[in-house]
Structures are given as C-alpha cells and as structure tokens.
C-alpha cells in the first residue's frame, strides 16, 4: 500500500505546473523517460505506432499537441497511483546532474518536493555526487531522539570520511526499497567501526576474523569498562555481554540474508526480507558503532 497520498502526488503536481517547473528539464521528454522506463516495451496510445516511444515522439516533438503535463495523467506511467518508489525516482530524476545543471533551480524543485512529502514522512535526500554535484534519492523519514538517521549523522561526525557517509546515505535509502542491501552494509558499518578504531591505535587486527571476532577483540582494546563502575569484572563482562548480543542481531540477520539471496529454489510461498528487518539490522549496527566510535574518541589517548 502506497504511503505518499494522492493528496500529495496532485499538490506536486500542479506545483510544477503553476511555477512552471519543466519536469524534463535539459532533456527531451523521451530522454528523461527513457532513463526510467522501457518505452519501447510500453503500448502507444495511438494506433500509428507500436510503443510508447513513438506516440511520445509524434505528439510532443514532431507535432507538439499534447499538454506540457500530460505524463501526469497518462495511465502507462500512473503516477498518481503508482507504488511510491517509481514516483520518487520519477522526481529525483527532476533534479539529476543530468537533467538539471543550475544549483540554485535544484534547491527550489527539492524544497517544493519536501514541502509535500514531509506530509507523507517521506523526504528527498542527497545520496552521492556525480562530478562535484549531487544526487539524490527518496526515503522515508526517520522521527524521534533515536532514529536511525540522527544516529547515522552521528557516526558521519565521528568518521568524517566520505566513503562512510555514502555507505550510511545507501543503507538509510535502501531500508525501504532494498532490505537485502541495508543489511548487508549494517553488518559492513560494524566492520568498518572496528577497523577504523584498530587503525587510529595503530594496532593490527587479523583479515580472517569474522564479525564477531573483531567485535570481541576491539572491546578488549577498548577496555570497556568505565573507570566508575564498582566491581570492574562484573560491569564488563554485562558491557560485552550486551555488545556481543547488538552484533549477533547484525551477524543473524546478515547470515539470513545470505540464505535468502542463495539462489537456492523457492517454493511458491517464498518471502523476502522485509524493511522491518532492515530497520532492525541497522538500528542495531548504528547504535553499536556510535558507542565503539565514541568509546575510542573518549580512550584514544589512554
């Protein structure tokens, strides 16, 4: 069931239409559709040609007499009621590098996209860069004091390091639309936390140590246990007991996703990972890696 409204998808819309927002920009309308669609593979609405790219082709270039909005109301791409992942990559595409080069035209059209959304819990998001500018991507959004998205811009602080931040952009964009890759990079951020803290202590960890390993011998790197704490042995053994309980989840769930993407047969009943499962890998490994990051941050000079 779509979760961005009709309400909203029409209050875009005709947004667009009154600022005169041209939706292809730079690009000819078969240009842009093509990048998310196989025109060729969808019907014409006129009888004279056998796809969508000719009847497109004929009525908005050769003889331009369709309305400037008309793929707002054609049912082949059915916007209005189309599942909520095919709209958002519709109106990300609006403001492609490829589709759009003025910065400040590309701020306006997102502002006026997350206007609207932010009604549905849904926002456009820079992801990644393509030549120095940006790209975006849509996801919903995350609310309350720990949500995944403060803590995943937590950890791009702490990290300060390009590589993280796309690797956080990816697996808060992919909870939705692809389970399977969020949980594959929850368990990689863990990975990455631990590792960083190894480098920066210029200690050596071994290339062979599984999840839970390295996640074993960075708390003994660490030395967990705050200084406070009365009877020291009990508190860290709670204290790692509770780490190693926060990576197991991340480590399940990553060993069912192994299974499901196995390419073993399945039988007619077979479901795949579901966000919710997503959403809990990644709280998880987020919540994990701030308190080894921030642990380090406190102890790197002990």
Request: glycine share 4%; hydrophobic share 35%; aromatic share 8%.
């Amino acid at each position: 069931m779509n979760k961005i409204s009709q309400i909203t998808r029409r209050n875009i819309f005709d947004i667009l239409k009154i600022e005169e927002i041209w939706w292809a920009g730079k690009l000819n309308e078969t240009e842009f559709l093509s990048r998310i669609y196989d025109l060729e593979s969808m019907p014409s609405t006129d009888s004279r040609y056998e796809n969508a790219a000719g009847d497109i082709w004929q009525h908005r270039i050769n003889n331009y007499d369709w309305e400037d909005d008309w793929v707002f109301s054609d049912a082949r791409f059915n916007l209005l009621n189309c599942d909520d992942a095919s709209l958002l990559n519709f109106l990300c595409l609006m403001i492609h590098p490829m589709v759009r080069t003025d910065q400040k035209e590309v701020e306006r059209i997102t502002k006026v996209l997350n206007d609207n959304l932010y009604h549905d819990e849904f926002e456009i998001v820079e992801t990644t860069k393509i030549s120095g500018r940006p790209v975006f991507s849509g996801k919903m959004k995350f609310t309350g004091k720990t949500s995944i998205e403060r803590k995943s811009n937590e950890i791009k602080v702490i990290f300060n390091a390009e590589y993280v931040s796309q690797q956080i952009n990816l697996m808060e964009s992919s909870i939705e639309t692809s389970p399977y890759q969020a949980i594959g990079v929850a368990k990689e951020l863990i990975e990455t936390a631990c590792k960083s803290i190894f480098k920066s202590r210029q200690e050596e960890y071994n290339k062979n140590w599984d999840l839970s390993k390295l996640m074993k011998e960075t708390t003994k790197l660490l030395k967990i246990t705050p200084d406070n704490i009365s009877n020291e042995a009990k508190a860290a053994s709670s204290i790692r007991q509770i780490l190693g309980s926060l990576s197991a989840v991340v480590q399940g769930i990553a060993e069912v996703r192994n299974e499901y993407g196995s390419g073993h047969g399945k039988d007619s009943d077979f479901k795949g990972l579901q966000p919710r499962h997503a959403k809990l890998a990644v709280g998880a490994s987020s919540t994990l890696a701030i308190y080894l990051l921030e642990t380090h941050e406190m102890r790197k000079d002990s």
